[in-house]
């Protein structure tokens, strides 16, 4: 019996298991649609976060959207190996299917769609398209994660088939080979993936809920400025006239501040501090859905404490670790669940070369580039070392001394040149022949 291994390649195998059946193995709970609440009223699901997370709550969508995009503006490219080095395929069907993946998106659409479905719902899955006599994928479209069961495979494989979700409200078989399935690792469940958002969703609940009370304050003031203390003898009747027409003159926000003349009483009532202090409060959670979702707060405009020096390091401090975590355990998945279809030693490979966050400070860049040249070190290798990408010119492949400024190859022996001639040099200054000389 072969027993295929869940999130490997589709033709990986283990070797047979005499003792132990793959269910004896796992003992934690998999193949659970039902998810842990998210509030009282709604089961955890991808329409919940989707309608009480990402449209509601505006620092969250800027987290999420900041990532998608972050991922999406990365290129991916198709490689062989040849020898000890890998080299591009430009014409390589994989990369024909990268480069348009369906009719209808881009590979960088995808993208977004991915972190979109594993930061809501901890599972993204996209759909293979088979044609031609090889049966390879031609086509990949995704899936939106809401209302997809996964089948299990026991006592084969871990998963054997998924149903997805038709419009017509029935479910299709969909076999395991024919999805490619990215997911958080969920330290309850093998099958289906946990959401960022999971740690998240209550920092969310209150700023979507503060975000309900600041437009209910903008509209009726919050609470009563003042209290209206009416005659113990006041009818019911005569209770709901005054209060009606205290809500006629007072409530909304044009109506703010208007003074209200009666001839009751009236005592001014305060805001507690605990109102005074709400906005502080709300920026608390904003740096906590940040945190859960590893965007510094700058990147989304929460530039409270942001200075020009740490924007740009935070910016750095994005992508190397947030954004190529996530691009990395993209890329295995892909190698595990696609690349391997198209044949051995190929591999999808992610760009980083145009990021210009990872980008060294070109000030720093050039003043490396002195200090190195004024060590002697020719302008071809400082520019190779640095990446400067500079044009070679006339003597760039010589070096100069400190002294002088003398090239390093210049005649100061009657005759001598190269490292003779350094080693004159040297001598001058009072130095030894160079090392191993």
């Known amino acids: 019996m072969k027993i295929r291994w869940p999130f490997t390649r ?18 934690m709970s998999v193949g659970e649609a039902k998810w842990s609440s998210w509030t009282k009223e709604s089961w955890w699901d991808h329409e919940t976060a989707v309608k009480l997370g990402y449209e509601a709550s505006g620092v969250l969508f800027a987290c999420i959207d900041k990532r998608a995009k972050a991922v999406a503006s990365v290129p991916w490219i198709v490689e062989t190996k040849a020898g000890e080095e890998w080299q591009p395929l430009p014409a390589h069907p994989l990369q024909n299917l990268v480069d348009r993946p369906n009719k209808d998106m881009s590979f960088s659409e995808l993208m977004i769609y991915a972190v979109q479905f594993l930061d809501l719902s901890g599972n993204a899955l996209f759909l293979e398209i088979r044609t031609g006599n090889e049966k390879l994928p031609s086509e990949l479209w995704p899936v939106s994660p809401g209302g997809v ?3 299990t495979g ?8 998924y149903k997805i979700p ?6 299709k078989d969909v076999q395991a080979q024919d999805v490619i399935h990215l997911a958080y690792p969920n330290p309850l469940d093998f099958l289906y993936g946990s959401p960022l958002l999971r740690p998240g969703a209550r920092a969310v609940d209150i700023d979507r809920e503060s975000s309900t009370f600041q437009k209910t304050s903008l509209e009726n003031r919050g609470v009563s400025d003042i209290a209206v203390i009416l005659d113990p003898m006041t009818t019911q009747d005569q209770y709901d006239q005054i209060k009606k027409k205290y809500e006629e003159r007072q409530a909304g926000a044009r109506n703010a501040r208007k003074p209200l003349f009666t001839n009751k009483d009236i005592k001014q009532l305060n ?11 709300r920026a608390r959670v904003w740096e906590e859905i940040c ?5 510094p707060p700058p990147m989304i405009g929460l530039y409270e404490r942001a200075t020009l020096a740490n924007i740009q390091e935070a910016r750095k401090i994005f992508w190397l670790d947030t954004v190529i975590p996530l691009l990395d355990l ?33 000030t720093d860049k050039l003043n490396d580039a002195k200090t190195l040249w004024s060590m002697g ?5 400082v520019n190779e070392y640095l990446e400067l990408g500079a044009d070679s010119f006339e003597g760039s492949d010589v070096g100069y001394l400190p002294a002088g400024v003398l090239p390093t190859n210049m005649d100061l022996s009657g005759g001598a040149t190269g490292t003779n001639g350094m080693n004159d040099v040297a001598a001058k200054l009072g130095y030894g022949a160079a090392p191993g000389k």
């Open 330 to 362: 993209i890329s295995c998945q892909l190698n595990n669940q696609l690349t391997f279809e198209f044949g051995t030693n190929i591999r999808l490979r992610y760009d980083l070369s145009g990021v210009e966050a990872l980008k060294e400070n070109r």
């Open 166 to 171: 038709q419009k017509n409200g029935s479910k």
């Open 154 to 161: 026991f006592p084969e494989s871990l998963i054997g088939s």
């Open 271 to 281: 805001q507690s501090p605990v109102e005074l202090d709400f906005s502080n409060s």
């Open 10 to 27: 589709k033709d990986s195998v283990i070797p047979e298991i005499k003792s132990l059946t793959l269910p004896d193995l796992l003992k």
């Open 377 to 381: 070190m020719p302008f071809d290798n």
């Open 291 to 295: 945190a859960v979702f590893g965007v």
């Open 149 to 151: 069961e996964i089948i």
